[in-house]
């Protein structure tokens, strides 16, 4: 598949996926505390993304079972939520969450420190974060797609953190998985080169520990080999003829 060029009224619609997204993301972040299950979570999240007259874009996505995927500290990506596992005071959850607005995709995710957590996790939190900030000073047109992965991976490596390998970001738009994929490592090839109207879902995931992931027996958790803490931080990026634009982070207060 190529990779899509948006136009100017794709772009509008996109923008809306993603400021509805950024509020989803606010409103649940603000909801969590220690006790609450991750199926009150996923629950939350849904209504949220139903009361803007969008659809959760992970419901039944290959069949996912939930709105949103709900991650607890070894749990890299992919959580299911379930009405059994509760978050706890020094838990890191990470919250990843679609929705389609009018046709259109926005995909971002957090993670979030419950209560009191360790400086480590503390630190992880931050660095993955800075990863993605790292790695959007290259998404500009005429550079390479690779220039983004590959500061992303430096910049961790540098902390010494693990950064993953099996899971990229992508494209999005009218689907959820576009073209191209990115890794949040170096290659050794320069990736594409960035044209305005691209939009790109970037999304750094980062060990405290090794690289290596497993997949737990429910086909979807994935979890660090070494059961290490993972962060994961995303957003939905436009390129424009001025830099990047996060279409799922407006609130500049944030940045
Ligand atoms: N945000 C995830 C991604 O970018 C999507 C979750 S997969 C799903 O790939 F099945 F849960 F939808
Ligand atoms: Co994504």
Redesign the pocket.
């Known amino acids: 598949m190529p990779i899509t060029v948006k136009s100017p009224r794709e772009i509008e619609l996109m923008t809306e996926a993603g400021r509805i997204l950024e509020i989803v993301h606010n409103e649940l972040g603000k909801a969590l505390y220690p006790g609450m299950t991750t199926k009150e979570i996923d629950e939350l999240g849904e209504e949220i993304i139903r009361s803007y007259d969008c659809i959760p874009?992970?419901?039944d996505?290959?069949?996912?079972p939930?709105s949103i995927?709900v991650s607890v500290n070894d749990e890299v990506?992919?959580g299911i939520p379930s009405p059994h596992r509760f978050i706890r005071e020094g838990d890191i959850v990470s919250l990843?969450?679609?929705v389609i607005y009018k046709g259109y995709h926005s995909?971002?995710?957090r993670t979030h420190g419950i209560g009191r957590i360790s400086k480590e996790a503390e630190e992880l939190i931050r660095v993955t974060r800075e990863c993605f900030f790292e790695g959007i000073k290259y998404a500009r047109e005429g550079n390479h797609l690779f220039d983004i992965s590959a500061a992303i991976g430096r910049y961790a490596e540098s902390r010494g953190f693990g950064v993953v390998r099996d899971?990229?970001?992508?494209g999005?738009g009218t689907a959820?998985?576009e073209a191209p994929e990115i890794p949040n490592y170096e290659m050794n090839r320069k990736g594409v080169l960035l044209k305005a109207g691209m939009t790109l879902?970037i999304?750094p995931m980062i060990n405290i520990g090794g690289w290596e992931v497993d997949w737990l027996d429910d086909d979807?958790t994935v979890v660090t080999r070494d059961h290490s803490l993972s962060a994961h931080y995303?957003n939905t990026v436009l390129i424009t003829e001025n830099g990047p634009k996060l279409l799922s982070l407006t609130d500049t207060s944030e940045i």
């Open positions: 874009s992970f419901l996505y290959n069949g996912y939930a995927c990506v992919h990843d969450a679609g995909d971002a995710a899971l990229c970001g992508h999005i959820l998985h879902a999304e979807w995303e």
